[in-house]
Each structure stands twice: as C-alpha cells, then as structure tokens.
C-alpha cells in the first residue's frame, strides 16, 4: 500500500483541477494550495473570480494561499514552515526561487503537457497542435531554478489525432497528468524512480500566444492554416474578416477540415465555405461569430450565406 505524503499543492487554471482531485483522492494530505490570486472575469466591473483550483480547494476545506509572489524572506519563510514531503506544481504561473524548490524534503515535482525537451513553456499544448505534432505527452519532472529544464521522473504519450483540437487534446492530458502524478509520487516515496536528464537537442519554447498569431493566413499551405485553427480552438480562436453591412466582423472558426481543391488564396470555392489556400483548401466546421454561440458550417451559411467566387483577405 502506498504511503500518504504532506504536500503543498501549486496550481491555478482546470488544466490543474484533476490534479489536485487525484492527489485527495489517493489520500495524500495537502497542507495548503498555493494558486493565484482572484481576479475580474468577463466584462469590467464583475467581481473577483477565483481561479478553478482555488474553488476546488474551497470546496475540500484546504487552505489556499494566493501571494502575488514568492521572492520575499517572510513568503519564503511560511513556505517552509509547512514541513512537506513534497510540492505539486501544475500550471501555477509563478517562478520558485532557490529556497522553495529545495523547502521540500523529496523536492517540487512539475507536471508538464509536452514531451519535453520539445516545447518548454507557457503553452506546450497549443504550439504541438499548431506545427502538426504527431504525438505529445505528460511528463513529470523534478523542478531546478531554469525554466522547465529538470530530470524526468515519469512520461505518458499520446497521439494527435487529425481532428484534435487544443481544447480536446487539454482535457485528455489533464487528465493523463492526474493519474501520472499519483504513479510519480508512489515511485518516489518507494525510492523506486530515477530522474533523467533531458536531452541537450530538440529544446523548443511554447512562447505564450500572442493576438497578432491569431487571424488566419490563406496564403498558407491547406494543412499549415488547418494546425493553426485548431491549435488555437476554443481560446484565443483564429479568425477571418467578413464585411456584414459594410462593417467588418470577425468570424472565429473552432474546426476545419481539408478539401482536395485548390485556387487563388482565400477565394471562396463554393456554397459550403471552402476557402483556396497556397496549396489544397480548408472549409470552416465550427465556427462563430462575436457574441453568439458556435454553430455548425451549414447552419452559419443558412444565415450568412457566401456566395463562391468571395474573397476573404488573409492575414
């Protein structure tokens, strides 16, 4: 039977939920959840919001702690004090200094979604999905001050299918990382796992997205703008321009599929939406306009329709 650990738990968005709910339910004590700090959701005005694990923690009674850093002596200090076997760091969005990775009688153990050295980073999950990664995974890792650089203790794999998208392919590896966690802590109270070295060739950095990367370029090959869209589905969406009125309108689309058609970049090739890229098409599946719900391509051309021969500017 394994042995129940005291650990801190460090993460912030659902990515991070399974996680937390794993590590209860394996009977690991968490003796505070550190995540961060609540903040205005939606339009300006609301309330604070809680981050998802500061609500699940909530929800289990556990102390959350929220600081806005941990550079301080005092921060550092009440880290310490907690006395942990170990620290649980899953998409936290805060740098440990020296002291509170070495706090921690086993260490801090991240919880990464790439198979590392590949995409080191804010957004591992989005960058496979946009370059048209075969596969991907979850690692776990013993943390050290450089930025997702420390051994590795523990990977789990998976395919990227064809019609993944980054919100599928986010649910999937959260919770392959649950249950990898819960295995990683087994191994290394039971002495039973050996760190390993990320390799020194191959490194690559998931910069976070920025908006400019987001409106679909058409004088891209075919599959190139199909990776982008679905890397970039359901958040922060890529868009094209329509004129509705004389007004432009943004129209995100969430899914896409290739069409074995060609023609001049970002004409529209019929009434289904089939936009001509540098090389082969795309036609829209899901898509969505600002302030409405996703819809399917067909009930979107019902209302909208658009006719063949359309240009679409590329961005």
């Keep these: 039977m394994a042995l129940s650990l005291d650990l801190v738990f460090m993460g912030t968005p659902d990515f991070s939920v399974p996680t937390l709910r794993a590590v209860l339910d394996a009977g690991h004590r968490v003796k505070a959840v550190y995540t961060q700090p609540p903040r205005p959701a939606g339009r300006r005005g ?108 523990m990977t789990a794999q998976t395919p990227i299918q064809a019609d993944d998208t980054t919100g599928v392919l ?38 976070k997205i920025d908006k400019v990367e987001t409106r679909i370029n058409f004088d891209l090959p075919a599959l190139t703008v199909k990776n982008h869209i679905h890397g970039l589905s359901p958040f922060p969406g890529a868009w094209f321009e329509l004129s509705t009125s004389g007004k432009p309108e943004r129209i995100k689309v969430l899914r896409a599929e290739l069409v074995p058609q060609g023609g001049v970049p970002g004409h529209v090739l019929d009434d289904r939406l089939a936009i001509a890229c540098a090389e082969g098409a795309v036609r829209p599946l899901m898509v969505q306009r600002a302030g409405r719900s996703a819809v399917t391509i067909d009930e979107f051309c019902r209302g909208f329709p658009i006719s063949p021969g359309s240009v679409i500017a590329s961005g």
Aim: charged fraction near 20%; hydrophobic fraction near 45%; charge should be negative.
């Design 46 to 153: 609301l309330a604070d919001t809680p981050s998802p694990v500061h609500r699940v923690a909530m929800e289990h009674g556990l102390e959350v702690r929220t600081p806005v850093g941990l550079k301080s002596v005092d921060e550092q200090a009440r880290f310490e004090a907690l006395g942990v076997d170990v620290a649980v760091v899953i998409a936290y969005g805060l740098l440990l200094p020296g002291a509170v990775l070495k706090a921690p009688r086993l260490g801090c153990i991240n919880v990464h979604a790439s198979l590392l050295p590949r995409w080191r980073g804010a957004a591992p999950i989005h960058r496979a999905v946009m370059e048209g990664d075969a596969e991907t995974g979850v690692m776990t890792m013993q943390m050290e001050l450089g930025l997702d650089t420390g051994p590795v203790l």
């Design 170 to 207: 986010h649910d999937r590896l959260a919770d392959m990382g649950a249950k990898l966690l819960v295995n990683t802590l087994a191994g290394l109270e039971a002495g039973q796992l050996t760190p390993i070295p990320q390799a020194e060739a191959g490194i690559t950095y998931a910069r």
